[in-house]
Structure formats: C-alpha cells, structure tokens
T-cell receptor
Framework: DAKTTQPPSMDCAEGRAANLPCNHSTISGNEYVYWYRQIHSQGPQYIIHGLKNNETNEMASLIITEDRKSSTLILPHATLRDTAVYYCIVRVAHPSGNTPLVFGKGTRLSVIA | DTEVTQTPKHLVMGMTNKKSLKCEQHMGHRAMYWYKQKAKKPPELMFVYSYEKLSINESVPSRFSPECPNSSLLNLHLHALQPEDSALYLC????????????????FGPGTRLTVL
C-alpha cells in the first residue's frame, strides 16, 4: 500500500507556481520521497527525489519538512504541458529486499490558460 | 541517456492468442519491472527482476509469464488472456532495485497498450 496522501486534483494558472502537497507521516528515516508525473497515456516521468534536504533540478523543487512527514513539489512556472497526474511515492522495502515504486492515486494537476 | 524502449506500442489479441511484450534498456541497470495500468488508475506492480532473477511476483495469474534473457532485456509472454487484461503495460528499470537508504531511480518506458478481444 502507498504510504502517501495527496489531494485528488488541483488547478493552477499558466505561468504561476504550482505547489503540490504530499503527506507521508509514517515515513522511516532512510526512506526516500520520489515524485513522478504521468501525462495522459504515457509512461511515468521521473521528476525529483529527496531524503532530508530540499532539492532542486531543472524541472522542479522539492521541499521536505524538518520532521519529514510531508513534502511539497514546486513547479515554478507552470505551463499547459505540465498538466498531468503527479505521484508522490515513498520507496519502502519489500520482503524480497527490493524497493519497487508503489503508486498511490496521485494528484491530477490541470494548468489553465 | 535514460531511455527504456517497449515494443509494440499497441497490441490487439484474441483470447486464444500467444503474444509477447518486449522491453529493452542500455543503461546498465540490473533491476527491471513490469507494471499494469488500467484506465484512470495508478500503475500496479506485477513483477521485479533483480540481476536477471525473478525477485517479486505480485500474485500475477500464470497467463502472464515474465522472462529476463539478459540484463538489458525483459519480456512478458501472454497466453489465454481475458478482456479484463486490457490495459497499458509499463516496463521500468533501475540501477540496483534494492537497498533502503539508497536512491535508486526507476525509469519507465512509454508502455504497450494491450487490447484483448
């Protein structure tokens, strides 16, 4: 089961920052938070990941609270092409020792012109 | 290069057919994954291969048969499927596939859209 909770949907005006929240209150100390997005009928696209510190790359910024129980993905200047389902995922260990991604329901972000 | 390729892009098959889905990566990754995604639902994990050995089977029916011929290739053999098996089948790969406390990013292919008639 997914260890994260996200709002089912959000709207954002084009050109504005999109802030997507995620709760992961049961996260363990060495579990990473990953963000992916999926544009309609395409494969999920990796965005960013983090453990404790805030992270930034060319796509987005990830802000993780000090207690690590929640995080926010920030798309600084949303465009229409950012319309997608955004998944916040905490990678947890499977009994096999592997740590595959387990997807929750995600947030459907609609960027509006 | 973080490309995972999948063939075919689309597949239509009857319930008595046998077909295969193919996935390939050349990133030197040692873990490969199959996911199934129904319309308007999140991807669901089916199988994980780690170092060419099957390490996770999420209670998938035997009409789906995975195969990892080498570290770059992953196949999914399909036989006697049902119409409810129609879905987008996604392949992914990652460097290691295991180990907590390790950042092990999974990269996904574009998927194969399967329709079972």
């Amino acid at each position: 089961d997914a260890k994260t909770t996200q709002p089912p949907s959000m709207d954002c005006a084009e050109g504005r920052a999109a802030n997507l929240p995620c709760n992961h209150s049961t996260i363990s100390g060495n579990e990473y938070v990953y963000w992916y997005r999926q544009i309609h009928s395409q494969g999920p696209q990796y965005i960013i990941h983090g453990l404790k510190n805030n992270e930034t790359n060319e796509m987005a910024s990830l802000i993780i609270t000090e207690d690590r129980k929640s995080s926010t993905l920030i798309l600084p200047h949303a465009t229409l092409r950012d319309t997608a389902v955004y998944y916040c995922i905490v990678r947890v260990a499977h009994p096999s020792g592997n740590t595959p991604l387990v997807f929750g329901k995600g947030t459907r972000l609609s960027v509006i012109a | 290069d973080t490309e995972v390729t999948q063939t075919p892009k689309h597949l239509v098959m009857g319930m008595t057919n046998k077909k295969s889905l193919k996935c390939e990566q050349h990133m030197g990754h040692r873990a490969m994954y199959w996911y199934k995604q129904k319309a308007k639902k999140p991807p669901e994990l089916m199988f994980v291969y780690s170092y060419e050995k099957l390490s996770i089977n999420e209670s998938v029916p035997s009409r789906f048969s995975p195969e990892c011929p080498n570290s770059s290739l992953l196949n999914l053999h399909l036989h006697a499927l049902q119409p409810e098996d129609s879905a987008l089948y996604l392949c992914a790969s990652s460097q290691e596939g295991s180990g907590q406390g390790i950042a092990d990013t999974q990269y996904f292919g574009p998927g194969t859209r399967l329709t079972v008639l």
